[in-house]
């Protein structure tokens, strides 16, 4: 099932004219070619124009969009030799956190990333994207490998947040969450993280304190969501269009803020229009980034990443 | 995430409502200060504030832990309550222009007056067991401590500062976690902190956390769980996501002392739990077990040839 976008109802039906137009004319009645091309012209400009001004709260629905890639499609498509590793060696495995070696355009590294999962069965297997301690614990190990194997580390963020639950509590989540962070901050091999979908606080931050941080243009990154935010806030989760208005979570207002270094473009109408196209500007996004980094000193690139994030929110001043 | 303010609502009621302004306008206001008890809020007990303060804010019946101010934690934390504050940089105020029901700029503009503190942190020096110490005291009443810019910068100093004099690092955390009105730049303190508190560990010296009612969000998933060594005071609420949020997420009723200093450390999170009036002594000591070796030392140097000990 697609799920509609409000702000998409007009471009929804114009599409649906289309499909009803190629029908009559695969049903062999008149030709209507011209009137076809000329509707999806129309509806090219409606994308883009939609999609050149979503409001915060709109980029919000387009970054939870269940048809958007999510990190597995990325694995697939932009690494080879994928093989995914399991366990945090202490409790359990967490399959919201996909991890593994593969390579990356021949090169071998660390893949690690959130996944939501795209319909009810994937979702309960992957706990819709939200990690248990044993998960973060899990990408620590892997990020000790790297820096053992000197592999460059690739992660894609995407998830609501870190799971809260009795278990997650009694097993550490802070703890986990922490040391995950400061594992990232350790390691003296370069790290790229990508905000594919939803950067949800300490969640996401936990894979996301990268030497090269990047952003889709419709992705959303906050220290806590919409919904959250207004039923505290405003004591009313109705709120949650102007809260994330307030909390400037867009990509553009990350760039602005200097949180993350670039903004990845998307294809107009969304990455959940244009899957694989979308990937693959992702994937040339990553390579340009690990080869910035590429040849840097250990520990020059350390006390780099270190500097930034030590930085970040003083240039406001 | 930190929610705004302390939520001790007085119960509505009629006679609180109506009976009581009615009999207040029968009887001409007289200058009484209304705060000369306070009820406990574990036992219901009532306390005279002298007395509980001369008693740490520990209440005397039950040994109920209530929130103690960063003046009166750093006094019962130095030796002979002596330390010296140092001036934090001023933060920058407003960075999103955050607007909910209220400007967040009269948000801090109000917690500004009611503490006289310009953000939710203090930093200080002294001695503690006669050996220097750092200390970052977190105030629970400006905003519910929660951790935006001004905050890291106050880590990132009490940091700085603890490398330069060779000193412990104590970091203690009262906190809701991130300040949501800081938004994505109130989620980067989560990194700015690790790195300060990681400074010091790389320095050789000892990094503490005393964890105080409540460490929650991101505040503990950042430097509070990062301690060499992690002190609780008792009853002290420490965990990730707030019980509400726990509750809606899986339905099932919590159990008894959920993220309860106690809980956390039967679950291996923190080391122990300490009375409030043993901190000063327990935390002496644990400082001058990590950096005063003692006359064996020589013994358990760490040596990479394999030789017998001497």
């Known amino acids: 099932m697609v799920q509609t976008l409000e702000f998409e109802k007009p471009i929804l039906e114009l599409e649906s004219k289309i499909e009803e137009l190629r029908h009559m004319t695969s049903s062999g009645g008149v030709d209507v070619a011209d009137e076809v091309s000329k509707l999806q012209g129309k509806v090219d400009r409606l994308l883009k124009t939609t999609y050149a001004k979503l409001t915060p709260a709109q980029k919000v629905q387009v970054a939870r969009h269940p048809e958007r890639p999510h990190t597995l499609d990325y694995v697939e498509r932009l690494f080879t030799e994928f093989t995914p590793l399991a366990g945090d060696r202490r409790f359990g495995e967490d399959a919201a956190m996909i991890s593994g070696l593969a390579r990356f355009r021949g090169r071998a590294c660390v893949v690690l990333g959130q996944e939501r999962g795209h319909d009810t069965e994937t979702r309960l297997r992957h706990n819709f994207g939200m990690v248990k301690p044993e998960g973060y614990r899990k990408a620590e190990r892997l990020m000790l490998m790297a820096e053992r194997f000197h592999l460059p580390v690739v992660t894609l963020v995407d998830t609501a947040g870190a799971f809260p639950g009795i278990q997650a509590e009694e097993r550490g989540q802070s703890e986990a969450i922490a040391k995950c962070i400061e594992t990232c901050l350790k390691v003296k091999v370069p790290i790229v993280a990508v905000v594919i979908g939803e950067g949800g606080s300490g969640g996401a931050i936990a894979i996301a304190a990268a030497d090269r941080v990047l952003m889709l243009e419709h992705a959303i990154y906050s220290v806590i969501s919409p919904e959250g935010c207004a039923s505290i806030l405003w004591r009313s989760a109705a709120q949650s269009g102007e809260a994330a208005a307030a909390l400037r979570l867009t990509a553009q207002d990350l760039k602005e803020f200097k949180v993350i270094d670039g903004i990845v473009g998307e294809p107009y109408g969304g990455a959940h229009r244009r899957r694989e196209e979308t990937i693959d500007l992702v994937g040339d996004a990553i390579e340009s980034a690990l080869h910035e980094l590429r040849g840097l000193d250990g520990a020059a690139l350390l006390a780099r990443r270190r500097q930034k994030f030590l930085d970040i929110g003083q240039s406001l001043q | ?310």
């Open chain 2, 1 to 310: 995430m930190a929610d705004d303010d302390e939520k001790e609502s007085t119960p509505m009621n009629w006679i609180n409502n109506y009976v009581r302004p009615r009999l207040a306008r029968l009887v001409a206001p007289k200058e009484v200060p209304d705060n000369l008890w306070i009820k406990c809020p574990s036992c219901g007990q009532m306390l005279y504030k002298r007395d509980l303060e001369a008693n740490l804010n520990v209440c005397h019946h039950c040994n109920h832990h209530m929130r103690l101010g960063p003046k009166q934690r750093l006094t019962t934390l130095f030796d002979d309550g002596r330390y010296a504050l140092i001036e934090l940089p001023k933060p920058a105020v407003d960075p999103l222009r955050f607007r909910d029901t209220k400007r967040y700029s009269d948000r801090i503009k109000d917690a500004q007056n009611k503490t006289g503190q310009q953000d939710a942190i203090q930093v200080a020096h002294g001695d503690i067991g006669g050996m220097k110490t750092v200390v970052a005291a977190f105030d629970f009443s400006f905003m519910g401590g929660s951790m935006g810019m001004a905050v890291g910068d106050g880590l990132v100093a009490a940091a700085k500062l603890a490398v330069l004099q060779q000193a412990a690092l104590i970091v203690v955390p009262a906190s809701g976690g991130a300040r949501m009105q800081e938004g994505i730049l109130s989620l980067m303190q989560m990194p700015r902190s690790v790195i300060a508190v990681e400074q010091v560990k790389e320095a050789g010296l000892p990094y503490i956390v005393l964890l105080t009612d409540p460490t929650t969000g991101g505040v503990s998933a950042s430097f509070a769980m990062l301690g060499d060594i992690h002190i609780a005071e008792p009853g002290a609420q420490i965990g990730f996501a707030g019980a509400r949020v726990i509750e809606e997420t899986i339905r099932e009723t919590l159990p008894e002392g959920f993220q309860r200093a106690e809980y956390l450390r039967d679950h291996g999170m923190v080391d122990m739990v300490v009375h409030r009036k043993d901190l000063q002594a327990t935390l002496a000591r644990v400082i001058g077990l990590l950096t005063r070796p003692g006359p064996g030392a020589s013994v358990v140097k760490i040596s990479r040839a394999a030789a017998p000990a001497e």
